[in-house]
């Protein structure tokens, strides 16, 4: 997912005040961290790790754990689950939209939250049900997977016969009577 992300002096100015404002020392590791956490948008730890010691060779992925638990604590970062891997790690000023997660090629496209509010509305109305969006993750198939595409070297009547051949094996697997022939 591309970002546009605030120039570095801009937005570490910003971070400096926070983690001051909130008691903590502003360290290199946190403004590494914090750095790659925003170029790489949602990225794992061990990818804010690989960024991090592009800079800084000396800094471990304890390290890198340890400050994006504080970070995230603080409120300046949050996580998010979108697979069966490591967490992902994204700015907390970010945090307020839904990700689309695709089964297929693994794509990843943010929402915002007005694209599910009557899911939202429905869910506090009907089962007085607060939704946290920014952990919201929905799987399914983008709009690239579920465009078929003709192989090469294969005209219309190709995909049109591998058709017809698909649609009469479904007929055969759930019996005629749910293809609605009779015989």
């Known amino acids: ?92 000023t970010d945090a307020d939209h839904v990700h689309l997660v695709c089964r297929d090629c693994g794509r990843v496209t943010e929402i915002g939250p007005d694209a599910i509010r009557p899911l939202i509305t429905a869910l506090e109305e009907r089962h007085g049900f607060e939704t946290d969006v920014g952990h919201l993750t929905v799987f399914g198939r983008c709009q690239e997977c579920r465009t078929p595409r003709e192989p090469k070297g294969r005209g219309h009547a190709w995909t049109e016969e591998r058709r017809r051949s698909d649609e009469g094996r479904r007929g055969l697997e759930s019996g005629p009577e749910a293809s609605g022939r009779t015989e």
């Open 1 to 92: 997912m591309d970002r546009e992300v605030p120039s570095p002096s801009v937005a570490v100015r910003g971070w400096d005040e926070q983690l001051r404002a909130r008691g903590y020392r502003v360290t290199p590791q946190r403004q590494l961290v914090l750095e790659a956490v925003a170029r790489l948008d949602h990225a794992t730890p061990e990818e804010i790790g690989a960024q991090v010691q592009q800079t800084a060779r000396g800094v471990n992925i304890s390290t890198i754990y340890r400050t994006l638990e504080l970070l995230e604590q603080i409120g300046m970062v949050t996580h998010t689950h979108l697979g069966h891997g490591a967490p992902t790690y994204h700015l907390a």
